[in-house]
T-cell receptor, first 111, second 113 residues
Framework: QQQVKQSPQSLIVQKGGISIINCAYE??????FPWYQQFPGKGPALLIA?????SEKKEGRFTISFNKSAKQFSLHIMDSQPGDSATYFC??????????FGEGTQLTVNP | DAGVIQSPRHEVTEMGQEVTLRCKPI?????LFWYRQTMMRGLELLIY????????DSGMPEDRFSAKMPNASFSTLKIQPSEPRDSAVYFC???????????FGDGTRLSIL
């Protein structure tokens, strides 16, 4: 059972544009929602995370928007740069133990 | 600070052979996780430990897979006998506590011929 659904599977954005990746979850008990960034040949690295008592969190060019009633959250990358080209995973966890990952989004930012 | 260290980075072996993957977590981290990444199934949690004790191994595919954590600075994931469908990238991650972020190693790319 896929508990976290992520879309789109791939995304192409021009430099300077906004990249938006969406995730939906099923388990209302999830209490922590991180986003990971993965470059080829590397492990996933934590990018930004949010807890369900907050509707938005911003760190530099990266923003998470969280809609608890809709059970959805999204990652917005402002002023996207070619160096942002990577695979992005949303995830959800209950009490910080089992991370359930979305399917991943391969982002390409064209110069 | 040294991150999570995994070895080997790449492993190619023939079907039926025993494979051992190794992980050194970040010092002071009490939680250790093993994940598998494939194109078909994405990132899946196999097993995790807390203070060297296995807590949840429900993601371990079958009895051919086993994991141990003999001390706080070392863990192994063993596959015996290996099969071509075990080919994947295996990641180890660690965290300071259950509500702290997980830090991943760079993985072991395993190919079973």
């Amino acid at each position: 059972q896929q508990q976290v659904k992520q879309s789109p599977q791939s995304l192409i954005v021009q430099k300077g544009g906004i990249s938006i990746i969406n995730c939906a979850y099923e388990n209302t008990a999830f209490d922590y929602f991180p986003w990971y960034q993965q470059f080829p040949g590397k492990g996933p690295a934590l990018l930004i995370a949010i807890r369900p008592d907050v509707s938005e969190k911003k760190e530099g060019r990266f923003t998470i928007s969280f809609n608890k009633s809709a059970k959805q959250f999204s990652l917005h990358i402002m002023d996207s740069q070619p160096g942002d080209s990577a695979t992005y995973f949303c995830a959800a966890t209950l009490r910080g133990s089992r991370l359930t990952f979305g399917e991943g989004t391969q982002l390409t930012v064209n110069p | 600070d040294a991150g999570v260290i995994q070895s080997p980075r790449h492993e190619v072996t023939e079907m039926g052979q025993e494979v051992t993957l190794r992980c050194k977590p970040i010092s002071g981290h009490d939680y250790l996780f093993w994940y598998r990444q494939t194109m078909m199934r994405g990132l899946e949690l196999l097993i995790y430990f807390n203070n060297n004790v296995p807590i949840d191994d429900s993601g371990m595919p079958e009895d051919r897979f086993s994991a141990k954590m003999p001390n706080a600075s070392f863990s192994t994931l063993k596959i015996q006998p290996s099969e071509p469908r075990d080919s994947a990238v295996y990641f180890c991650a660690s965290s300071f506590s259950s509500n702290q972020p997980q830090h991943f190693g760079d993985g072991t790319r395993l190919s079973i011929l």
